[in-house]
């Protein structure tokens, strides 16, 4: 792997990751005693354990996480709060076009990159992840039109 390109993208990963527990964690507050706030907080968790192995992965690879860090969790506060104030259906269809970037920027990370075998199974299994995610809000959709 060519080592600064490849720590170069998995620290924009783990900012990225870091952007959506933040916002999953201000979303769901916006769902006081409906099943989707579990599912926003499963997902922060969720998000939270994929920039916890991606921090483990850089500094495996004697990286040191993204100084910019804090930044994506400020920024991810603010658009959780924006989306949530946009009514319930906008925020999980954002949430939906998030994960998707996701996965296309991963994806193509992994095409573009020389990662090492361990980086690539991390990435593969964080797409399965966010793949699950999308999964969990298009479902989440149905469930807010069948209750009004």
């Not at 979303?27 to 579990?38: G, H, L, S």
């Not at 104030?85 to 996701?102: H, N, Q």
């Not at 797409?127 to 969990?136: M, S």
């Amino acid at each position: 792997m060519a080592k600064a390109i490849g720590l170069n993208s998995l620290k924009f990963m783990y900012n990225m990751e870091r952007f959506a527990t933040e916002i999953y964690q201000t979303q769901r507050r916006a769902f006081a005693k409906i099943e989707i706030a579990d599912k926003l907080r499963a997902a922060a968790e969720n998000e939270q354990q994929h920039t916890n192995n991606l921090q483990g992965r850089i500094l495996e690879l004697n990286g040191n996480p993204s100084r910019l860090g804090f930044l994506f969790q400020i920024v991810g506060s603010i658009l959780g709060l924006v989306t949530r104030s946009l009514g319930r259906l906008f925020m999980l269809k954002t949430d939906i076009w998030i994960e998707k970037r996701a996965i296309k920027d991963y994806r193509s990370f992994l095409k573009s990159v020389g990662f090492d075998e361990k980086s690539v199974g991390l990435i593969e299994r964080i797409i399965i992840d966010e793949e699950r995610h999308v999964d969990t809000w298009e479902n989440s959709i149905k469930i807010l039109k069948t209750k009004h």
